[in-house]
């Protein structure tokens, strides 16, 4: 079946870039999302790509897709400690009628 | 102004127990969802509603029932409450359920069954 699989967690530097990776199994995902949650919060939509692009940047985020070895990374430039949250990556499919398959997080703590 | 907004925010009951989720979204979205966050912080779809008719019901059990009176509302009854279903129950909405369609969610329901 489906999976989505990322490293469980990151430490990063206030100032340095965070790159958080994804991989997935599923060949005909066609869309790719990355969320964020934050402590007794929801999740909240940071980015996403379809999987015919291979690159999408949005200010301080810039998402690679790597379609052919399945792999998703998020990258974070100037990572701040207000980034400190756990980020979750989720694909879809055509007609999967909003069923995310998402990966288990990756909490990421920014140290000053 | 809360987008997808659900009540309450904690909830604690015992076992045995019947109690329900109320969601209601305001971005004037077709679709919306149930998923389930357990201990681990692992996702879940449970549910998936498009204008107030069900879509997914994911192998989710009977003690679980979604209503949904309009595409701006979506609830979640439990009966027969058990330990077992101590999480985190997010409730979502997209456009249209299509891929391209992101979901939105709301804050969560830590639900605690003691």
């Known amino acids: 079946g489906e999976d989505v699989e990322q490293s469980l967690f990151l430490s990063v530097r206030e100032g340095d870039s965070s790159v958080i990776n994804c991989t997935y199994t599923?060949?005909?995902?066609?869309?790719l999302y990355w969320y964020k949650q934050e402590p007794g919060a929801g999740l909240q939509l940071l980015t996403y790509?379809?999987?015919?692009?291979d690159m999408k940047q949005d200010q301080r985020l810039t998402v690679l897709l790597n379609k052919k070895d399945k792999h998703l990374s998020l990258r974070i430039a100037d990572t701040q400690t207000g980034d400190s949250a756990i980020y979750f990556c989720?694909?879809?499919?055509?007609?999967?009628?909003?069923?995310?398959?998402f990966g288990a997080g990756t909490q990421v703590v920014v140290t000053p | 102004d809360t987008a997808v907004s659900q009540t309450p925010k904690y909830l604690v009951t015992q076992m045995g127990n019947d109690k329900s989720i109320k969601c209601e979204q305001n971005?004037?979205?077709?679709?919306m969802y149930w998923y389930k966050q357990d201990s681990k912080k692992f996702l879940k779809i449970m549910f998936s509603?498009?204008?107030?008719?069900?879509?997914i019901n994911e192998t989710v059990p009977n003690r679980f029932s979604p209503k949904s009176p309009d595409k701006a509302h979506l609830n979640l009854h439990i009966n027969s409450l058990e330990l077992g279903d101590s999480a985190v129950y997010f409730c979502?909405?997209?456009?249209?359920?299509?891929?391209?369609?992101?979901?939105?969610f709301g804050n969560g329901t830590r639900l605690t069954v003691t």
């Open positions: 979502a909405s997209s456009q249209d359920g299509g891929d391209n369609s992101p979901l939105h």
């Open positions: 599923d060949s005909s995902s066609t869309y």
């Open positions: 790509i379809f999987s015919n692009m």
């Open positions: 989720a694909e879809t499919t055509t007609d999967s009628w909003g069923k995310l398959q």
């Open positions: 971005l004037g979205h077709d679709t």
């Open positions: 509603y498009n204008n107030k008719e069900l879509i």
